[in-house]
């Protein structure tokens, strides 16, 4: 038996909803759109409460989407940043955005996890904008991985910016709202 | 413009030497299958000097192979690990090896960085085999990002085991092999 190709997509919800080039000028209403990724994908059924988007900085142009994937496409490494990353690399043909020319952000509905932070270091994003915290994530039992303060210290020490707490409250609600549904804690 | 889909793919050369099913029996010989997809990813020119795989703990059969796939990909997120996991899990139809009723473990090259090790946790192995170490991918300037002593506590505090320094010069010479031919340190 030979190794298989590893299709990763978007659910077909995404593209109505953030479609490239769409802008949003403040954190605020990036934030907004991340967590609307989070909340449909929640009430689509396509995976967990997480919704990530990469924007262009100064224009705020978005550039890609990514929802959490990891129950629908099976596959442990697929959460939204990653999508997101991997959706952003593959439209613009590079596999870090620093190469790209322009200076580039991830906004998350919730602080990324181990693996989501280091794929940040290696994204060649310059700025990070994240909504629910690690705590609000716990408190659901989803696991985030070692994640310490020296971590964001690391990618800070690296001149990424990391943001924290943007529209906390109605990321949060999200993650209350896959639990109230029963979601799976597929890494808990 | 909307969002393309990414096809996640093996370099065709690594079925003929990791064929799914090939049993490893010793952590030695597992380690020299991970070490020689690493360097024929450099001597073929499809990636950066790392391997992995994933075996049937036990048995010793293998089950996927994985090859960074950086450059060749335009993709940051595939090193060599993360491509073995996808593998795995497309290969038997699951999100985490821990549902796939058997124990499973990874074997690479060199230490999982920041990601890759976020990732082992959300994989389901219970078992991870390194070849080089985090020092020998640095005196490359290959940065590992924000990997710290607690983060392999972390692991092991959830019943990973993790074996270092398996082979750790044979591997640590395609790391050699990788510089003297001058290939990209892409995350430098």
């Not at 924007?55 to 550039?63: A, D, H, M, T, Y």
């Not at 290696?122 to 994640?147: H, I, K, Q």
């Not at 020490?157 to 990391?162: L, M, Q, V």
């Amino acid at each position: 038996m030979s190794f298989p190709t590893v299709a990763v997509t978007l659910p077909e919800w995404v593209e109505a909803l953030a479609p490239p080039g769409r802008v949003c000028v403040s954190d605020e209403e990036k934030m907004r759109l991340a967590v609307e990724l989070s909340r449909q994908n929640v009430v689509h059924g396509t995976g967990g409460p997480f919704g990530a988007a990469v924007f262009e900085r100064g224009s705020g142009r978005l550039v890609a989407a990514g929802v959490n994937s990891v129950v629908r496409l099976n596959n442990c490494t697929l959460h939204g940043e990653m999508v997101a990353f991997m959706m952003a690399q593959a439209r613009l043909g590079c596999f870090s955005l620093k190469s790209a020319g322009t200076a580039y952000e991830l906004v998350t509905s919730c602080e990324p996890c181990a693996m989501c932070l280091g794929a940040t270091l290696w994204s060649g994003v310059s700025r990070v904008v994240c909504g629910a915290t690690r705590d609000d994530a716990l408190r659901l039992n989803f696991d985030e991985g070692p994640v310490f303060p020296e971590s964001h210290a690391y990618l800070r020490a690296r001149g990424i910016e990391i943001v924290l707490g943007v529209l906390r409250q109605e990321a949060s609600a999200v993650l209350e709202l896959y639990a109230a549904r029963g979601g799976p804690i597929y890494n808990g």
